[in-house]
């Protein structure tokens, strides 16, 4: 059992299960697939599947897509689940999805890349890809994720990442924002947030 499963296993939702603001700022009703990435207990995903959209989860914890079948039903949706290292090369099919998304997805700085390519060339040309994740700065503000620097995203690295594939970027800066989200992030917090387009 990994670290994740680890969390994952405690009663309820550590992150909650209302879907994060930036994925709610992104996307209306609608149809088409989505990949999430990283999605951990499913908030986000079951989200989009209510919004209308066919809805594929990946994350590397049994635990956390368990809770996300769980919530699916609660709200009476459905959502595919892959138990998947997405650190990986090539972990995932190129060009299956309308869009992808990965909130707060964290790994080591020497996996991020891998991460990044795996999540952009899941997407078709012509969809997007939706992604908040901690900065840096995020170590000095205590109010969630890592408290190693290491797993935490440079804006300028991302951006490296992104322009490393065939994209377009839209949107991609490093903003404070306020997140309340179950019992693990609390507060004003320091994110890298980014929108771009497959071409």
């Known amino acids: 059992m990994n ?17 994060n603001e930036f994925v ?9 697939k989505i990949g999430c990435f990283a999605e951990g207990e499913g908030r986000n995903a079951v989200y ?33 689940t892959v138990l998947k290292d997405l650190t990986k090369v090539e972990a995932v099919e190129r060009q299956q999805f309308d869009a ?22 899941s997407v ?3 969809g997007r890809i939706v992604f908040e994740v901690y900065a840096k700065a995020q170590i000095d503000y205590g109010t969630g994720g890592p408290k190693d620097v290491a797993m935490l995203y440079d804006v300028e690295a991302v951006k490296n990442y992104c322009l490393g594939n065939d ?4 949107d991609l800066a490093e903003r404070e924002v306020i997140r309340y989200e179950g019992d693990k992030h609390n507060g004003k917090c320091r ?9």
């Open 24 to 32: 709610k700022e992104q996307f209306e009703s609608g149809s088409g």
């Open 100 to 121: 992808a998304v990965m909130i707060f997805g964290h790994v080591v700085e020497e996996d991020q890349e891998t991460l990044f390519n795996n999540l952009i060339q």
């Open 124 to 126: 078709k040309p012509g």
């Open 48 to 80: 989009l599947a209510r919004l209308g959209y066919d809805v594929t989860a990946y994350d590397y914890a049994v635990e956390g897509l368990k809770k996300t079948e769980l919530l699916a039903e609660k709200y009476g949706v459905k959502v595919a």
């Open 191 to 199: 994110v890298v947030q980014g929108v771009i387009a497959k071409l």
């Open 167 to 170: 994209v377009s970027i839209i």
């Open 3 to 19: 670290h994740w499963d680890k969390k994952f296993k405690a009663d309820g939702y550590l992150y909650g299960e209302e879907a």
